[in-house]
């Protein structure tokens, strides 16, 4: 039978990104299950064995082993376990004899799913808001410096003097939010605002890309975005001088 | 040539030859190919996480013997055993003075020898009760977690049964336990290479690869 044009594209996808390391440990894991119960997906699913953490990588050895023939029904599978079972916490690997890296080869099955067009809904449109407006909340560059300008005016009845400096070159902590405070929570770029005034800080907080510090495109393994976010946050901390970056809590 | 000089002789050297220059072969395999593709692991590489991540488990020294003391006193026991015993028990070490290669080294009291042996063969027995009664290692397993155990405790059996002429003699079986036991440890041998018993030499890469990426992040590694 001919491989199938998916089959390929899968196949193309994990061929430089299943290397050495991910391959000993799909053949060394000797089921022993220690990696069990330092889970807390399984321990909160009553010790279900699908929820072990070495049983998790199943989608990821049956996808290399049918060398990419998977139908959509087994994707789906895979997609619900990988999205759902497991968050990458990394603590089962922490107990593994072998030092296993469970939450590496999910993250690899997640960016396999995402190379074919399948992730969470909520994580396509932000990783769309990304590209075009460089945070996760699809906030324009107005609204953002709208906002900043209606918090400062806001608190100003309450501390005298309270400025949220904007762009201040040489300032010496940069400071950025989760987009969604921009959208939703203002208050909390407030409460920050007053704890930066009395403190005395020198700070500042950047108009341009770089000031949502949220790096959702991690998550469906979108490697080329995350990077991206990342560099305009370094580009905005150099361009104005400032020594640290502060990211909101 | 009768059937035990084959299996003393050339099939014995064929499956230590196979046992060694496979296992060597699988690490160099994972050093090429982390080299081409796992760049991350080489970039951040130190000697300190490494040699830091041996020294937790190549010894129970880890933070799985303090979830689990029993399973893993036992599972290092097994090891210890498994890979002493063969090495340093009496009719191995004859086997070598009398071969080509006379080579000669003290072996272990036979007393000992024997335990370890037994105790390898306790463990398998447990090993596999555990396997074969907890839900969870029976969701896990597949037919060749169970095979490749008993692959690796029938060497043992037979070492025992043949040394102690346990089946008498005047039969088959015990008349041929020599033969049996040297064709075992043949077969073991041969699949180490293969299977997931070439963690015999994976362990410590996979231990290194993700010391490497754990010591960086100041995980537990
Ligand atoms: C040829 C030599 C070896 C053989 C035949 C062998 C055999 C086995 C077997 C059968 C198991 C599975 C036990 C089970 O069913 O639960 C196992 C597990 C394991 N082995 Fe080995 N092994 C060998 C060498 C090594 C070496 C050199 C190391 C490390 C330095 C090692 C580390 C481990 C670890 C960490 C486990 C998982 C925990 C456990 O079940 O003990 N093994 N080995
Ligand atoms: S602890 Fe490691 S070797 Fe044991 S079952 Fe889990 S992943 Fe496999
Ligand atoms: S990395 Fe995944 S499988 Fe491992 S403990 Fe965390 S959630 Fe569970």
Redesign the interface.
């Given at each position: 039978m001919e491989p199938s044009t998916r089959s390929k594209a899968i196949m193309e996808f994990l061929k430089p990104r299943v290397g050495a390391r991910v391959k000993s440990w799909l053949e060394i894991c000797t089921k022993c299950g220690q990696c069990a119960d330092t889970c807390h997906f399984y321990l909160a699913a009553d010790r279900d064995p699908k929820m072990i953490p070495a049983a998790k990588v199943k989608y990821l050895s049956e996808i290399i082993r049918r060398k990419g023939e998977v139908d959509d029904e087994f994707i789906q599978k895979a997609y619900d376990c990988i999205y759902h079972e497991c968050n990458m916490c990394r603590r089962c690997t922490q107990f593994c004899p072998f030092g296993i890296n469970i939450a590496d080869m999910i993250a690899l099955t997640r960016a396999l799913l995402f190379s074919q067009g399948v992730c969470p809904e909520a994580l396509r449109s932000a990783i769309k808001n990304y590209h075009e407006t460089g945070n996760q909340m699809g906030v324009s560059e107005e609204d953002w410096l709208d906002t900043l300008t209606w918090c400062e005016e806001e608190m100003e009845s309450e501390i005298v003097g309270l400025k949220i400096p904007v762009d201040k070159v040489g300032a010496e902590i940069m400071y950025t939010i989760n987009a969604r405070e921009a959208k939703f929570y203002p208050q909390d770029i407030q409460e920050v605002a007053k704890i930066m005034h009395v403190a005395g800080a020198s700070w500042t907080v950047p108009s341009k890309r770089g000031w949502d510090d949220t790096n959702l495109s991690m998550f469906v393994g979108d490697l080329k975005t995350s990077r991206t976010l990342v560099e305009n946050t370094f580009a905005r901390a150099t361009e104005l001088g400032a020594k640290k970056v502060a990211i909101t809590e | 040539m009768d059937v035990l000089a084959l299996a003393e002789g050339p099939l014995l050297w064929i499956s230590l030859g196979v046992f060694a220059v496979g296992l060597v072969t699988r690490a160099a395999?994972?050093?090429?190919?982390?080299r081409?593709?796992?760049k991350i692991?080489w970039q951040h590489f130190k000697w300190k996480w490494v040699l830091a991540?041996m020294a937790k488990?190549l010894v129970p020294a880890n933070?799985?013997v303090a979830?689990?003391p029993v399973?893993c006193a036992l599972?290092y026991a097994f090891h210890f055993c498994l890979i002493v015993a063969p090495i340093w028990c009496l009719p191995h070490i004859i086997y070598w003075e009398t071969s080509r290669l006379a080579w000669s080294f003290t072996a272990l009291p036979d007393g000992l020898a024997d335990w370890m042996t037994l105790a390898v063969l306790a463990i398998a027995v447990y090993l596999l009760i555990r396997?074969l009664s907890?839900?969870?290692?029976?969701?896990?397993?597949?037919a060749s977690?169970y095979v490749l155990l008993v692959i690796t405790a029938l060497p043992f059996l037979t070492a025992y049964l043949s040394v102690h002429q346990s089946l008498g003699t005047g039969n088959l079986l015990g008349d041929n336990m020599q033969l049996i036991h040297i064709l075992t440890g043949e077969l073991m041998l041969v699949v180490v290479p293969f299977?997931?018993l070439?963690?015999a030499v994976?362990?410590f890469?996979?231990?290194a690869?993700?010391?490497v990426?754990?010591g960086r992040r100041e995980?537990?590694?």
């Open positions: - | 395999l994972f050093l090429v190919e982390s081409e593709k796992d692991f991540t488990w933070r799985t979830k689990d399973f599972a396997r907890s839900p969870d290692l029976r969701y896990l397993s597949t977690d299977t997931k070439s963690h994976l362990f890469f996979s231990r690869a993700t010391a990426e754990f995980y537990s590694i």
